[in-house]
């Protein structure tokens, strides 16, 4: 049996190293969606340009204009003449956010008495008009408290010391890549079992597989296995790239980092299986990988918390591989995780696995009959 399989696995190999188009796809998109989707996909909001329409001369207003020209977070501060400027300005993306003084600003911050400042934000990106109005709020309570200072008033009653763990410096990387980790360790994983039977079917070799000596059983443990063995290599440069290129350090066990990998990959194999014994081209079989990875992505809590999701697709979650793996490769990558943490994610992988592996081979027997 194990002879049969084995030529079976150097057979899927073979077909995959050989095939010129398979190489660069198993290699060379999963390292550009890295180095893009590590710059790009980030909830940080940097390098934005907004506008200011001051419609009064004193000298608090300038100063607090000054300290948002000065912040590191702001490209351009765009000066208005005049109040019409407002919404154009808004409408055409020019700014995401406009600050407008009053006339009397300088005059009632002189006087200690409460000076008002709007901030117009464009709501269409509505994440990153509420970080930037932080920054905003940030900005301006640290000149309140600079003047409260100089005109000796009360100090506050207490202060925040702010202390980050896990990621001091708040570099979005280090959220990014590793979970990054994940969805492209996925989808080599996914995208070589999607393929594998729907390839047989296209070139006309399915049906003198089904009449070698191996079962329907072992064809699946056939294919399973090199989906398995390219997934770990794709997830080893993987891991390498975050932490040699992007610098994410590794804080945990490899150990448990690759034993998260393995569970993760046989969930994902298996679902890759029932597309690929559903699909009757490769066409179809690339449709259907897609289709299940991208609600699996979205569900995994990369792009929102999955606490911010509706209850009912809290529980959906509850089957998706992703969401467990995520919390273990940043365990792993950024604080370290125990053992007893990783195994508690563990568990539902390998049942999922159990499932999904289970469904999809009682399907390609059905199939194959």
């Given at each position: 049996m194990w002879l049969r399989i084995g030529c079976l696995i150097i057979k899927e190999l073979l077909a995959v190293w050989r095939?010129?188009?398979?190489r660069f796809l198993l290699v060379a998109p999963p390292m550009i969606e890295m180095?893009?989707?590590?710059?790009?996909?980030?909830?940080?909001?940097?390098?934005?340009?907004?506008?200011?329409?001051?419609?009064?001369?004193?000298?608090?207003?300038r100063d607090l204009i000054a300290r948002f020209e000065g912040s590191p977070n702001f490209r351009e501060v765009r000066h208005l003449q005049s109040e019409a400027e407002i919404a154009p300005m808004i409408d055409s993306?020019?700014?995401?956010?406009?600050?407008?003084?009053?006339?009397?600003?300088?005059?009632?911050?002189?006087?200690?008495?409460p000076a008002r400042i709007q901030l117009i934000l464009d709501g269409r990106r509505s994440n990153a008009s509420q970080i930037l109005a932080s920054y905003a709020e940030q900005i301006i309570n640290q000149y309140n408290a600079e003047l409260a200072q100089v005109h000796l008033a009360t100090p506050p009653?207490?202060?925040?010391?702010v202390r980050i763990w896990f990621n001091p410096n708040l570099d979005a990387?280090?959220?990014?890549?590793?979970?990054?980790?994940?969805?492209?360790?996925?989808?080599?994983?996914?995208?070589v079992t999607a393929l594998s039977v729907a390839r047989e079917r296209e070139l006309g070799t399915f049906e003198q597989l089904l009449v070698s000596p191996l079962s329907p059983r072992e064809i699946v443990i056939g294919k399973a296995i090199p989906a398995f063995l390219i997934g770990i290599g794709e997830g080893t440069i993987m891991v390498v790239a975050a932490v040699f290129i992007f610098r994410i350090p590794l804080c945990g066990s490899l150990l448990l980092l690759y034993a998260g990998m393995a569970a993760f990959l046989l969930a994902i194999i298996g679902v890759?299986?029932?597309v690929s014994s559903v699909a009757k081209t490769q066409q179809q079989a690339i449709l259907g990988a897609f289709t299940c990875m991208v609600p699996m992505t979205l569900l995994s809590g990369f792009a929102s918390p999955i606490e911010n999701m509706p209850e009912w697709l809290q529980y959906l979650t509850l089957a998706n591989p992703y969401r467990y793996f995520v919390?273990?490769?940043?365990?792993?990558?950024?604080?370290?995780?125990?053992?007893?943490?990783?195994?508690?994610?563990?568990?539902?992988?390998?049942?999922?696995?159990?499932?999904?592996?289970?469904?999809?081979?009682?399907?390609?027997?059905?199939?194959?009959?």
């Open positions: 095939d010129p188009k398979s180095l893009i989707f590590a710059n790009a996909a980030t909830q940080e909001v940097k390098n934005v340009r907004i506008a200011v329409f001051n419609q009064d001369l004193g000298i608090h207003a993306r020019s700014a995401l956010m406009v600050l407008r003084f009053g006339q009397d600003f300088s005059r009632l911050v002189a006087s200690g008495r009653a207490s202060s925040v010391m990387k280090w959220s990014t890549v590793p979970s990054l980790v994940v969805v492209l360790t996925a989808l080599g994983g996914l995208m890759g299986i029932f919390v273990i490769v940043k365990g792993v990558f950024l604080k370290s995780m125990p053992a007893h943490d990783v195994l508690g994610n563990l568990g539902p992988l390998f049942a999922i696995a159990a499932t999904t592996l289970s469904t999809s081979t009682w399907l390609f027997r059905r199939r194959a009959e």
